[in-house]
């Protein structure tokens, strides 16, 4: 065998400057080199040959076109990716490279797991959408109202961008309010951490707490947009006290905090506009119900006007006739007194001389007396009885007229429900989507929108 005289050779057998290691030695040589060498890594593949041990670890490589990369996810990792890992599903893995001695192989510790690719997020997509709609987290039950005119209205979303600009400017023109601005992050790692820590804080908060949130961010692909979709914003967003407006991309884009929200706004701009009303149209409206009110309330006045002019008729009636009969009974009394004597005086002479004159004359007096007194009871008995009559008339008129007053029955649990314009509503047909509405209870009165939904 030639060998060229540029190349040394070495007799293994010979040498005496060779060291001997154990396989165990090599093995932690080998394992400290790629330790050592390579920090936190991130590589970007496919999938394969999945395997989940009852230990609840999981075992898988990750390939692509020209080689394979073993990797280990350890059960506490595994336990928290919220879809699901399957064969031929691209990932982006951060971890750390180490070698497993037992197969003389180097391996990748696997500490986060995040789907690539359009497909890929699609799918993972759709499975937490339907996962999540099935326990409940979208149900319209849920849904929180917002406030007709906030004092505090919070913002979530970055200090960098145009978007809160917009926002504080359409705000501002709209009906100037207090803001209160939380600066997050909107895409990226760490972007749905610092969302979900911005919701949690406001609604932490007490004196400065707002009375509802804005989400907001510009238009953006999947991959931009995704941390909208992440389960601990969703989460943090159901379990909000505080009503939140997803005011996410362009009106084409969607994400699952749009679901979750108590109200979705096509655009960020949009959002500012569905949170306070407009100034003047507030200050119209108001001036509206005002006259509207005073027009009403002055027809009322009149109503009960006229009502309480009749009672007084009505009431009058039963006390004249008592005195009309009193008057009769005065002047029959008058009468007997005046002709009576008269009367018995010719009686006694005409019956003289029979010895029971005086007698009969006592017992004429007597009847004439009794005849009176009996009139005089009857006409008292007539009067009290006319008296109870019109009493009971006016108690039952006051009972109908203290029914027919609105507010009792806005008292039993009734309600009026009046359009923006003031035209009364009756059915529900009569309002259009979008339409704005007056409930007015027996306490208080609300204003209200007819939702689409």
């Not at 400057?17 to 050592?36: A, D, G, P, Q, R």
């Not at 064969?87 to 003389?104: C, F, M, N, P, R």
């Amino acid at each position: 065998m030639q060998v060229s005289a540029s190349v040394p050779i070495l007799d293994i057998n010979s040498s005496t400057n060779i060291k001997e290691f154990t396989v165990t030695e090599i093995s932690h040589i080998i394992k400290n080199l790629i330790e050592t060498n390579f920090g936190y890594i991130r590589v970007k593949g496919e999938i394969s040959n999945l395997k989940i041990a009852s230990s609840g670890h999981g075992y898988f490589n990750l390939k692509d076109n020209m080689s394979v990369l073993c990797c280990t996810c350890w059960r506490p990792i595994l336990s928290k990716i919220d879809f699901s890992l399957v064969d031929g599903l691209e990932v982006v893995i951060a971890g750390k490279l180490t070698s497993y001695s037992g197969q003389s192989r180097y391996q990748l510790s696997v500490e986060t797991i995040k789907p690539a690719g359009l497909g890929a997020m699609m799918q993972i997509l759709d499975e937490r959408r339907e996962r999540l709609k099935k326990e409940g987290l979208f149900d319209h039950i849920h849904k929180k109202s917002l406030p007709f005119l906030p004092k505090k209205i919070g913002i979530i979303t970055s200090i960098s961008g145009a978007v809160i600009k917009d926002i504080i400017h359409r705000i501002t023109d709209r009906f100037p309010s207090s803001i209160l601005i939380w600066p997050t992050a909107v895409q990226g790692n760490g972007a749905a951490e610092e969302i979900t820590s911005a919701i949690e804080g406001f609604n932490a908060l007490n004196d400065q707490r707002p009375d509802v949130i804005i989400i907001a961010r510009g238009g953006g692909s999947i991959e931009d947009l995704w941390c909208f979709n992440e389960e601990i914003v969703i989460r943090a967003a159901f379990a909000s006290n505080i009503p939140i407006i997803s005011a996410i991309g362009h009106e084409t884009d969607f994400t699952l905090l749009d679901f979750v929200a108590d109200l979705r706004a096509p655009t960020p701009t949009a959002g500012a506009e569905f949170v306070v009303p407009v100034r003047a149209n507030v200050l119209y409206t108001i001036n509206s119900h005002y006259n509207y009110l005073r027009q009403k309330l002055s027809q009322v006045i009149r109503h009960y006007k006229h009502i309480i002019n009749n009672f007084e008729r009505i009431i009058g009636y039963p006390s004249n006739y008592i005195k009309h009969l009193e008057q009769r009974i005065d002047d029959i009394q008058l009468r007997l007194n005046s002709s009576l004597p008269n009367l018995l005086s010719q009686k006694i002479i005409a019956v003289g001389r029979y010895k029971f004159a005086n007698d009969l004359a006592n017992k004429i007096t007597d009847y004439r007396y009794l005849k009176l007194n009996y009139q005089n009871n009857y006409l008292n008995n007539l009067s009290n009885n006319l008296l109870k009559t019109f009493q009971y008339k006016l108690q039952l008129s006051s009972k109908i007229l203290n029914s027919l007053d609105y507010n009792n029955v806005l008292k039993r649990g009734f309600a009026i429900v009046r359009h923006e314009n003031g035209k009364l509503i009756g059915l529900a047909k009569e309002l259009k989507d979008d339409d704005r509405f007056i409930v007015k209870f027996y306490d208080d009165e609300i204003i209200a929108k007819k939702s689409n939904l």
